[in-house]
Structures are given as C-alpha cells and as structure tokens.
C-alpha cells in the first residue's frame, strides 16, 4: 500500500493505492495553525504503508513537516519526492528549465496522457489556474497561469477600498449588487481564459478539470468537460510505478 500526498498551495491533500486504485482521497488547508496534529490524527487511523509519495508545490518546510510526521508514525518508510523531468513517461515537457514546470502540472501531464491519450488539455482549478496542453505524440506544447477564482477576489478586496470579502456563492451575470459582481466577474474572467485558449491553440475535444473549482467552472463552459478530483494523485501514482518499481 502506498500513501500519496500532495502538497498544493492551498491544501494538502492524501489518499491511500491499493493495487493501483486510488481512495479515501481527503483533504485540508495548510493555513491551519494545528494542521500538523490534524494531519498527525488523520494518518494515525492509516495502515503502515510500504512507500510514502510526495508532491509539493507550496513550502519546502511544509513538505518536511509532513514527512517527519509519517516517519514519526511508521518509522524507517520509504519516502519518494517527485519531480518535473524534461522527459518521462511517454511525454515530453515544454520547458527550457525542465525543473521549473511546477511538479503539480507534470503529474497532470503523465495523467492526462496515460489515462486520455491523444491531443488533450488539463485545467487545475486552484489558487491558480493552469492550462496545459499535450499533442497526439506526448508533446507538452505549453500552457498558461492565471490567478484563481478566491485570488482573484482576494486581489480586489487587497486594491480596492470599502469592499468585504464574502464568501457565498451567487447566480452569475449581470450583477444589481457588488458582491454578485464580483463574483460572476471572477468565474467569467476564468471561464473566458479556458474557452479562449481551448480556442485560439488547440483543436482537441478532450479537456480535463481538476481542483477545488472545477466543478464550479465546469458548469459555465461551453465544452464537454471531464472532471477528475483526484488526478494529481493519479499521475503521482503513475510517477512511483513506472520510476521505481
């Protein structure tokens, strides 16, 4: 048995793979002052697993809590850390600076291509989001960043006098009251990035959303949409399969 994490910007999110099936799938904010005795509640209830894998886009200190936290539990585990290549598991990465592809985006990619072959494009619905977008060979064409739906709103409450930060959700269009407004302006502004980019650089019929608020923007698109809420962990599950057994 395996325990995959995965250390988003946000969120810290686990599950258990037996026999290649991924469950149990769970999750909690890191910004959390006793996340760590949450977390240490949480794994205390999980079976001794024979690897430990790791992926991490937030703080290299939270990474490190983490691990010492399972090694603390399960003494002498093995601990895998995974990490962007320039080229694995039948894809080929985009970047000049192959490490500099956030290892969350790279485990979509070996994901997306494994479990959706062919021209395809994964959206990660975080605190940011990223669109990339593989073709029919495996090749990592690039893609694009944009603040999330909660920064963006965030900014405005950050830059802009007199506004409060409410968390409710509201019908989207035109809006009769600031709140609603910004609300349907954050989903639209992130709607209209990945219909254009679906638009203006890709031919493909394939699009998988995954992170917090992918359900929420699956339900403005005017695509068909694949929802995938664990798909990180399935490409993490992927990365410690073909790399190390």
């Known amino acids: 048995m395996k325990l995959l994490i995965d250390i988003g910007n946000t969120r810290i999110k686990w599950a258990v793979e037996e026999d290649n099936i991924i469950k149990n799938s769970k999750a909690i904010e890191h910004n959390k002052t006793n996340f760590l005795s949450l977390i240490r509640q949480a ?4 079976e001794r697993p024979t690897t430990i894998v790791v992926s991490c886009v937030s703080k290299n200190e ?11 539990i399960w003494t002498d585990v093995e601990v895998i850390v995974a990490k962007s290549s320039a080229i694995g598991f039948s894809i080929s990465n985009a970047y000049k600076q192959a490490n500099k592809l956030g290892v969350d985006r790279w485990l979509a990619l070996i994901a997306l291509h494994h479990y959706y072959p062919g021209e395809s494009v994964v959206v990660d619905c975080g605190t940011a989001i990223t669109i990339d977008v593989l073709n029919k060979q495996g090749l990592h064409l690039g893609g694009v960043i944009s603040p999330g739906i909660q920064l963006m709103k965030y900014s405005l409450f950050q830059g802009t006098e007199d506004l409060s930060n409410v968390d409710q959700a509201f019908p989207v269009g035109l809006s009769n009251n600031t709140e609603s407004a910004i609300y349907s302006g954050t989903v639209l502004a992130a709607v209209g990035l990945i219909e254009k980019t679906l638009r203006d650089y890709t031919d493909c019929h394939t699009l998988v959303l995954t992170g ?26 992927l990365y410690s399969r073909e790399k190390f057994e």
């Open 62 to 72: 939270i990474a490190d809590q983490l691990i010492a936290v399972a090694e603390n």
């Open 212 to 237: 917090g608020d992918a359900e929420l923007l699956s339900q403005y698109l005017n695509c068909k949409v694949i929802l995938e809420p664990d798909f990180v962990l399935k490409g993490l599950s």
């Open 43 to 46: 794994w205390g209830k999980i």
